[in-house]
């Protein structure tokens, strides 16, 4: 079956500290992947995505891309900011759930603080 | 655009209650997913609708939970009766066709907690 695999946390960070969270993943066929952002008190955002190998995913300065060779995606930041501070999730889109659907596979998130 | 809507955002009940949680997807989304966080934890999906037809429940407890979604937009999910592991954040997320490079949007989720 499917499964992330991401970095155990709590991972303190200091303000402009370079960010790296593992996310390595088992999939039989060809994932879409995601990392979501969870901020305290609200619900799951997509951070970025990549649907096949080699793509990079990137948005406000984080970035992953999608390794084939090594199943990994793993999340950068070059300059991490106190509002940075949430949990991170890797996901992948793989497993077939009939009528068209694709299901979401969810690492257990790693919890991410940066101090000033 | 408006967001996935849950309500409500906290419930608290004993155990053997029954409680109802109902989520309003983004309009013209043909996928709603209803998820189970427990603290600690990634989400993981309990049942997956496209449009009014459930695609996959595999992984909901059908003794307790129960799942619908009216004339496939709004849908509610069920617990009856509840226990103390039911304790969680449920999460309901919409895609625009559930395809796998589809992005799921999510609600703020409802925490409940079971006494």
């Known amino acids: 079956g499917n499964s992330v695999t991401q970095m155990e946390g709590p991972v303190t960070l200091s303000e402009e500290a370079f960010l790296t969270i593992n996310c390595t993943y088992t999939?039989?066929?060809?994932?879409?992947l995601f990392w979501y952002v969870q901020y305290p008190g609200e619900g799951l955002q997509l951070l970025l995505k990549?649907?096949?190998?080699?793509d990079k995913g990137s948005n406000k300065g984080f970035e992953a891309t999608y390794r084939k060779e090594t199943t990994s995606f793993h999340l950068e930041k070059g300059s991490v900011q106190v509002s940075d501070s949430a949990v991170y999730f890797c996901?992948?889109?793989?497993?077939?759930?009939?009528?068209?659907?694709?299901?979401?596979?969810f690492g257990k998130g790693t919890k991410l603080s940066v101090i000033p | 655009e408006a967001g996935v809507a849950q309500s409500p955002r906290y419930k608290i009940i004993e155990k053997r209650q029954s409680v109802a949680f109902w989520c309003n997807p983004i309009s013209g989304h043909a996928t709603l997913y209803w998820y189970q966080q427990i603290l600690g934890q990634g989400p993981k999906l309990l049942i997956q609708?496209?449009?009014?037809?459930?695609?996959?429940d595999s992984q909901l407890p059908k003794d307790r939970f129960s799942a619908e979604r009216l004339k496939g937009v709004d849908s509610t999910l069920k617990i009856q009766p509840a226990k103390l592991e039911d304790s969680a954040v449920y999460l309901c997320?919409?895609?625009?066709?559930?395809?796998?490079?589809?992005?799921?949007?999510f609600g703020p989720g409802t925490r409940l907690t079971v006494l």
């Open positions: 999939a039989t066929g060809y994932p879409s």
């Open positions: 990549a649907t096949k190998a080699d």
């Open positions: 609708f496209q449009n009014n037809g459930v695609v996959d």
């Open positions: 996901a992948l889109s793989d497993q077939y759930s009939g009528a068209g659907s694709y299901q979401l596979t």
């Open positions: 997320a919409s895609s625009l066709r559930g395809s796998t490079v589809d992005t799921q949007y």
